[in-house]
């Protein structure tokens, strides 16, 4: 049954630019049809018109919701008692305190208004790398599944697509060290662990705006036989659901890593799982040339977060090594020191540029357009949507009807169409280039602002309040 239908002068599909096509949307959510050069059609005439160019929307396929909150607020040297540098191990301590105290309430305020800002920004789907999930002193909740309740709870009340991915976080280093006071909320067993990812399945299951996945947090926080159960386990449930795990992302991770198995983290998960397409390995900063091949031949995704990766000093991900031998990627945004796709993409391209002297570096994947910002975006929209399993990053029928239009009255865009268009988003949309945003059928932006958008702000204010009191 059609809902209703659109009218776009210009959109991007998954053969490339189109001219007058006339979107149908189900009642569902989906796309039901779609008519490019449709102009002429009877439909037409009663199409609600777009204001701009529809592009598909961008999942951002890595988020820790409650980091947001604390964007600005570790910018200070010496700030973890360091004597000496600061590195991604002090923030990680100050970023321990920070979480240590956050209530249920504060969890959803905080998530609900990083959602708001996601969709502003044209990301339709987030996935969510949760590893809150216990009270501060470490005890289950009276539901044991209360915080992943609230994020997804933050994502029904602004809209946005959910991959909801529990995270699996049982120890403190390789080869199962004991896990410190700054991690008791973090922690499970593989059985309570299974039990919350059944649990959230039973709820949810069947929602079309929720998939449930599971995330090993990292190879240091699980040991081989803890990721074999639990993998085992989530089969068990759903033989498709994402798998995304944090690997690589500092050296001292890879050193660590070499000590105890003499193996690098992904030269170790390769040799150790069926890593395919179902997989997210997020960062993957650290490979050598033999580990990038062979990662991109498994079809996994890589799941870049370059504005996270360079505040907190990760390094560069060997990108064009990557991309020629045909690596999938998505973007995410992390720690949220910055909600913007278009920044996130052009920090990829950037970086490359800065490390290899360069310019246009990553228009190579077998894009037909040798367009840099337009190859980032598609490739960007693909992968992210493979990430969060979830029909998504395409417009085309039985795909959900999440989209953006681009704001082409912005003085950046003024003149450009097409993929030069693109180009002008990634490298010059500072001034934010997304007009309206729809999601799962529904307008939740319009000119720019977020439907909830008072309602959320207001209880993010308090919650703020709170936290720097
Ligand atoms: C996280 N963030 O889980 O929030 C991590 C830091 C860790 C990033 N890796 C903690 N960007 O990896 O142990
Ligand atoms: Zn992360």
Not at 70 to 88: K, V
Not at 319 to 348: K, N
Request: aromatic share 8%; hydrophobic share 40%.
């Amino acid at each position: 049954m059609t809902a209703h239908t659109l009218f776009a002068e210009s959109a991007l599909l998954p053969d490339g630019w189109a001219s007058d096509v006339l979107f149908e949307i189900a009642s569902d959510g989906s796309i039901a049809a779609l008519l490019p050069d449709a102009a002429g059609h009877p439909e037409a005439a009663y199409a609600h018109r777009v204001a701009g160019p529809v592009l598909p929307g961008m999942p951002n396929l890595h988020s820790h919701a409650f980091q947001r909150a604390m964007a600005g607020l570790t910018e200070q040297r010496g700030q973890a008692g360091s004597a000496g540098e600061d590195s991604f191990w002090t923030w990680r301590q100050v970023m321990y305190g920070f979480v240590g105290q956050l209530t249920p309430d504060q969890v959803q305020a905080i998530a609900a208004q990083l959602y708001v800002e996601m969709l502003k920004a044209g990301y339709t789907a987030v996935g969510e790398f949760h590893y809150l999930h216990h009270d501060p002193e470490g005890r289950p909740y009276a539901d044991f599944a209360e915080l992943s309740e609230r994020i997804i709870t933050a994502a029904q009340v602004t809209g946005i697509g959910l991959t909801h991915l529990p995270v699996l976080y049982g120890y403190g280093g390789f080869g199962g060290q004991p896990a410190g006071t700054g991690q008791r909320r973090f922690l499970h067993d593989a059985n309570g662990f299974l039990r919350l990812i059944n649990r959230l399945l039973q709820r949810h299951d069947g929602n079309p705006q929720v998939r449930i996945g599971m995330a090993p947090h990292s190879l240091r926080a699980v040991t081989a036989e803890m990721l074999k159960e639990t993998l085992h386990g989530l089969d068990e449930f759903d033989d498709e659901a994402p798998i995304h795990i944090h690997i690589a992302e500092q050296v001292k991770e890879v050193e660590d890593c070499r000590a105890w198995s003499h193996q690098r983290p992904v030269e170790w998960l390769l040799n150790n799982q069926a890593v395919n397409g179902r997989w997210c390995l997020v960062h993957a900063t650290h490979m050598t040339e033999g580990e990038t091949a062979r990662l991109a031949r498994t079809g996994a995704v890589v799941g870049l977060c370059p504005t996270t990766e360079g505040n907190l000093g990760d390094g560069f991900f060997q990108a064009p090594e990557f991309l020629r031998q045909r690596g999938v990627f998505g973007i995410g945004s992390d720690s949220h020191i910055s909600v913007s796709p278009v920044e996130e993409l052009r920090w990829l391209e950037y970086g490359q540029r800065l490390l290899y002297r360069r310019r246009n570096m990553l228009a190579v994947n077998g894009n037909a357009s040798p367009s840099v910002g337009a190859a980032l975006y598609r490739a960007a929209v693909a992968g992210g949507a493979q990430a969060l399993g979830r029909p998504i990053g395409q417009l085309a029928p039985g795909h959900r009807a999440d989209l953006v239009v681009v704001d082409t009255e912005k003085p950046a865009l003024l003149g450009k169409a097409g993929d030069v268009l693109l180009d002008a988003m990634v490298f010059a949309g500072n001034e934010n280039p997304v007009r309206d945003v729809m999601v799962g059928g529904k307008w939740l932006v319009t000119e720019g602002h977020h439907v909830a958008e008072h309602a959320v702000l207001a209880r993010y204010r308090a919650t703020l309040a709170q936290l720097m009191a």
